[in-house]
Nanobody, 121 residues
Framework: QVQLVESGGGLVQAGGSLRLSCAAS????????MGWFRQAPGKEREFVAA????????YYADTVKGRFTISRDNAKNTVYLQMNSLKPEDTAVYYC??????????????WGQGTQVTVSS
């Protein structure tokens, strides 16, 4: 069982930056691939970024590529999402998720409660 707690959301102006953090419980964090997703009002949840268990491979949605960076610190049981050049369309609740396995897939086993990111124009 893994519990995930996101933090770092807030209100920022367009063009600004935020860094989200997701702290995981347990001693097996390094065995999990980690992902960030987001859900805007009235829209379906969408994939944002993922990082494999070692941090050696990262994946991004086209909409955030070049602006967002996912990283992890296995010693701190934490995954990060650095968001730069934010746009109003990035406004959403951002969720952290974890999946067991060596290869990153689309199925995640554990989810956090989410953190709100609001980008004003």
């Amino acid at each position: 069982q893994v519990q995930l707690v996101e933090s770092g959301g807030g209100l920022v102006q367009a063009g600004g930056s935020l860094r989200l953090s997701c702290a995981a419980s347990g001693r097996t964090f390094s065995r999990y691939n980690m992902g960030w997703f987001r859900q805007a009002p009235g829209k379906e949840r969408e994939f944002v970024a993922a990082v494999n268990w070692s941090g050696g491979s990262t994946y991004y949605a086209d909409t955030v590529k070049g602006r967002f960076t996912i990283s992890r610190d296995n010693a701190k049981n934490t995954v990060y999402l650095q968001m730069n050049s934010l746009k109003p369309e990035d406004t959403a609740v951002y969720y952290c998720a974890a999946q067991r396995g060596v290869v990153v897939t689309t199925v995640y086993d554990y989810w956090g409660q989410g953190t709100q990111v609001t980008v004003s124009s």
